[in-house]
């Protein structure tokens, strides 16, 4: 779980945090997931440079997010596959009773990829071994809530 507090700049003129800035926030939870790991986001791991491309993403929104609002990006593992990893994000506002309320839900899919040496196009490689030991789907129940 990462936590944020929305800037003025993170905001349009009504006030409300641009859609763009969840996907900022969910790329910074998936950066802290790696780190926290000690994994590579981008170099060398098992004797190739690998990154991870994103392939599919999306967030539906539920409640608006405002400027000096104080939001909880919470991060699933919901599939892990031979090639792509597919988090789910939880997006929640905390309210100054100490409750939170769920503001926005989102997926982001990635793929693990290299250059070819050859074409330098990029190609899919399955998932290191270091990467694949230390992540674990959670229960739906978890990502659903």
Partial sequence: ??????????????????FSNYYRMMEAAE???FRSLGLPLFEECEGRL???????SRCDYH???RFNDVVEVHLF???IRTHALNFFFR???????????AVAR????????TLDPTTQAIVTVPLPAVVRAQLEVAPKIAYRA
Avoid: N
């Avoid at 993170?10 to 945090?17: E, F, L, N």
């Avoid at 989102?106 to 990829?113: N, P």
């Fill in 77 to 79: 593992v919901k599939e």
């Fill in 31 to 33: 950066t802290s997931l």
């Fill in 1 to 18: 779980m990462i936590v944020r507090q929305i800037e003025f700049v993170d905001t349009d003129m009504a006030g409300i945090m641009h």
């Fill in 50 to 56: 690998v990154g991870w491309p994103r392939v599919r």
């Fill in 91 to 101: 997006f929640r506002k905390r309210r100054p009773d100490g409750t939170r309320e």
């Fill in 63 to 65: 409640a608006p997010v």
């Fill in 106 to 113: 989102g997926e982001l899919t990635t793929v693990c990829a």
